[in-house]
């Protein structure tokens, strides 16, 4: 007789299976081994004692931590699908709203969609004259011998360029305004993402975090002016907010328009923010290094003047400038303004010999995988030839990722090279840096790796300019 084989084997579930990890709970751990915010510590410890993935608890949350790029590509793009950003991001939706960087799915696609045309690489070369005019203003304002916080300066800098470049507007005095509310905000960042109900403590202006709502309301004054203002212009400037208010007019339902304004506030503040703060940040770090390798900042400043001389960089010698470009790209290898990344699993998954839950997050560190010796040879020097086009053919996929990788990548990434090549080189011609005897240097760990203490320097004029 025949054997008759069931048509619908009976399905065994899998059980979970964690990478080895912390014994107790984070809760427990950050007591007696971590101070509580080092997430930075906290990453260097799971590598070196757990190597490419590790697992820990925070609370009844399952967190895995990657330093593997292939684990890396496999969250950020093979299983893309599966992940939204994680817990701390959405919290950010207090001050960004559904801007791109926290929205998902739909609302993401469309936003990115819709901002694409103010990021082509043909519009962000017309953006290259404004870039180089403000880094010029910047510049004529120091004195030799002068001390600066080149932090701030280049926070000033890079708000005027992104007011002017994407938003076609002109910030005067509100330049010192947005940046002081900013830095409230930033610097109220822990606490923003670790105490519970957070939104609360915010409406009713609990201290610490009572200042939130103010600064907020201040950003929110700028920007909703800025909105204004384009509206009472006759359309087509082209710019990205011109753009914005085009894509507004066509979304249909006249009872939506709040949410709408709402919207559009959220999308404008968001790439606002993540356009100047991130090249603010790697242009602070990268006058930090050069000032500690003389050699590096002198072969970078041979090659500004052997291109540019006296005249005023242009789109056309971006390209050229890539001595420039090596030592950027180095900077922000030693210190990326976007440090750390998170995702949320929708739906159980599979990494490597793991099987992990649905809710459980993964972290990801551009700062731990980019200093990771097995990914750069020495990788705690500075040393902008690895970035030379031998030496970046040499890098595993997913080693190097200041903008992030995958679906979601950073729209600006283009903007923010050409930005920051510019700047450097304008501002080389006619100065170098040096840090002040006394000053203290750290990372701080907020929204982007921003220096903890300010960044106090002499500036030094070049004779040779």
């Not at 519009?123 to 880094?135: L, N």
């Not at 929110?220 to 914005?244: F, N, Q, R, T």
């Not at 030379?388 to 990788?405: D, L, V």
């Amino acid at each position: 007789m025949p054997v008759i084989h069931d048509a619908q084997p009976a399905l065994v579930k899998k059980k979970y299976s964690f990478p080895p990890g912390l014994p107790h709970n984070l809760v427990w751990y950050s007591g007696t081994k971590f101070r509580p915010g080092d997430a930075i510590a906290l990453f260097q410890y799971l590598k070196k004692e757990y190597g490419d993935i590790a697992h820990y608890k925070l609370g009844r949350s399952h967190i895995i931590f990657l330093d593997n790029p292939e684990y890396i590509r496999e969250v950020l793009v093979v299983q893309n699908d599966n992940f939204v950003k994680e817990r701390t991001v959405q919290r950010t939706k207090m001050l960004l709203g559904e801007g791109m960087i926290t929205a998902e799915g739909v609302a993401h696609k469309t936003q990115r969609q819709a901002a694409q045309p103010a990021f082509h690489r043909q519009r962000v070369a017309g953006y290259a004259e404004t870039m180089v005019a403000e880094a010029v203003r910047a510049r004529e304002s120091w004195r030799d011998g002068q001390h600066v916080d080149i932090s701030k300066e280049m926070m000033s800098l890079t708000l005027r360029i992104i007011a002017r470049t994407l938003f076609n507007t002109e910030l005067g005095a509100e330049v010192k305004e947005l940046s002081n509310a900013i830095n409230t905000i930033m610097n109220l960042y822990h606490y923003l993402i670790a105490l519970p109900a957070i939104e609360t403590l915010v409406h009713l202006r609990v201290p610490p975090v009572g200042g939130f709502s103010n600064a907020k309301e201040k950003i929110d004054g700028i920007v909703y002016s800025m909105i204004a203002e384009h509206e009472g212009k006759a359309a087509g400037s082209g710019d990205l907010l011109d753009m914005m208010l085009r894509a507004r007019e066509r979304s249909a339902g006249a009872d939506l328009a709040g949410k709408r304004d709402e919207l559009l506030r959220d999308e404008v503040i968001t790439i606002f923010l993540a356009g100047y703060e991130t090249v603010a940040s790697a242009l602070t770090w990268t006058w930090y290094l050069l000032s500690q390798n003389p050699e590096a900042e002198q072969k970078m400043q041979q090659e500004v003047d052997d291109v540019l001389g006296r005249r005023m960089p242009t789109a056309d010698d971006v390209s050229k400038l890539k001595y420039v470009e090596m030592v950027l790209a180095e900077a922000m290898r030693l210190y990326p303004p976007a440090w750390a990344m998170g995702r949320l699993a929708l739906a159980d998954f599979e990494l490597g010999p793991y099987r992990l839950p649905a809710g459980t997050t993964v972290l990801i560190s551009q700062f731990i995988t980019q200093r990771d010796e097995r990914n750069f040879d020495d990788p705690l020097r500075f040393n902008p030839e690895r970035f030379a086009p031998a030496g970046r053919a040499t890098f595993p996929k997913f080693s190097y990722f200041p903008f992030g990788a995958g679906f979601r990548q950073c729209i600006g990434e283009a903007l923010a090279w050409t930005e920051g090549i510019l700047v450097l080189a304008t501002v080389a011609q006619k100065w170098q840096f040096r840090l002040q005897k006394r000053a203290r240097v750290a990372p701080q760990q907020l929204i982007t790796l921003r220096p903890k203490y300010g960044m106090a320097m002499h500036a030094i004029e070049r004779r040779c300019s």
